[in-house]
């Protein structure tokens, strides 16, 4: 599978939009622990993030390999970043980004905050019907994006981790 995706990433960077790395960069930036949460196998995700220069963002995360069902992802990508940072991360100081109704109801089942970003197949009606706590259109006003976002987690706690889930890159 690794060989497949080596293979055919040549189309990977023109998929990552507009806005995202300026976003993911600020996050950074201002000490949040950025990680990936994706039901790619660690491996490939890893090789998709360095095709499209993302990777540096993504220091953990909760890949397939931990489980096939995406609301099971949170926990483990929690567990990870506690392993990564050396302390305890509670869901409830954790925001999940995402572009679907599943990545929503994901981060909710196990209490964290969401925010859900309509770049996905998804419209942005029923991205909304699923509840985010923030919800954009795009991430094409990155300075608005990430002032939004640091105003929702800013109560959390000094640096909340952020989970990306993906498919807007």
């Known amino acids: 599978m690794q060989d497949y995706v080596d293979a055919n990433l040549s189309d990977l960077r023109s ?13 950074r930036g201002n000490g949040h622990l950025v990680g990936l949460l994706t039901g790619n196998l660690s491996r490939i995700a890893m090789a998709k993030m360095r ?12 890949f397939g390999e931990e489980s096939e069902i995406r609301s099971h992802l949170v926990p483990a990508a929690i567990a990870n970043a506690m392993s990564a940072v050396g302390h305890p991360l509670s869901p409830g100081r954790t925001v999940v980004i995402g ?24 419209s942005e009606q029923d991205l909304r019907a699923a509840g985010p706590d923030l919800f954009f259109p795009s991430f094409e006003d990155p300075e608005r994006a990430v002032e939004e976002m640091e105003n929702l987690v800013g109560h959390l706690s000094r640096h909340p981790p952020l989970f990306w889930t993906g498919g807007y890159w």
């Open 15 to 27: 998929c990552v939009l507009p806005g995202v790395p300026v976003v993911l960069a600020a996050l």
């Open 99 to 122: 572009d679907t109704p599943l990545d929503v109801e994901a981060g909710r089942i196990h209490g964290t905050r969401t925010v859900a970003v309509a770049t996905g197949i998804v």
């Open 51 to 62: 095709h499209s220069g993302l990777d540096a963002y993504f220091h953990t995360g909760g």
